[in-house]
Nanobody
Framework: QVQLVESGGGSVQAGGSLRLSCAAS????????MGWFRQAPGKEREFVAA????????NYADSVKGRFAISRDNVKNTVYLQMSSLKPEDTAVYYC?????????????????WGQGTQVTVSS
């Protein structure tokens, strides 16, 4: 069982930066692939980024490539999403997700555990 708690959301102007954190409970955090998803009002939840258990492989949605960076600290049981050059279209609730395994997973249904979400609002 893994419990996830996101933090770091907030309001920022376009072009600004935010860093989201996701703290995980459980002793097997290092064996989980971690992902970030987001959901804007009236839209489906979409993949943002994922990182393998070792941190050796990452994957990003085309819409955030070059602007967002996912990383993890297996000692602190925490995964991060550094967001830069934010745009109004990045406004959404951001969710942290986890699943056991060694691959990169990009689909909503591939993840077993979810956090409660943190709001990110980017104003123009």
């Amino acid at each position: 069982q893994v419990q996830l708690v996101e933090s770091g959301g907030g309001s920022v102007q376009a072009g600004g930066s935010l860093r989201l954190s996701c703290a995980a409970s459980g002793r097997t955090f290092s064996s989980y692939t971690m992902g970030w998803f987001r959901q804007a009002p009236g839209k489906e939840r979409e993949f943002v980024a994922a990182i393998t258990w070792s941190g050796g492989f990452t994957n990003y949605a085309d819409s955030v490539k070059g602007r967002f960076a996912i990383s993890r600290d297996n000692v602190k049981n925490t995964v991060y999403l550094q967001m830069s050059s934010l745009k109004p279209e990045d406004t959404a609730v951001y969710y942290c997700a986890a699943r056991s395994g060694m691959n990169i997973y990009t689909a909503y249904g591939q993840y077993n555990y979810w956090g409660q979400g943190t709001q990110v609002t980017v104003s123009s």
